[in-house]
């Protein structure tokens, strides 16, 4: 199955998600309140919730001011 791609869920996510991802860029482990809201903003609900590709777009594509 392919991987949906972050940039199609991103604006999606609420804020308070998105700032958690920020906060723990490439988390081994993401809280079950984090992955809910993926879910619900259309991303991805099976391991590996984020691919290197997502956390490289956390880090450098997404924008701190939501």
Known sequence: MEQIRIHKWWTHLDVAAKQW????????????KVQNR???AGGPIEDPLLTEDDWDFVTTQSEFVD
């Open 21 to 32: 991802l920020r906060e723990n860029v490439r988390a081994k482990v993401i809280p079950a």
């Open 38 to 40: 993926i879910a619900e």
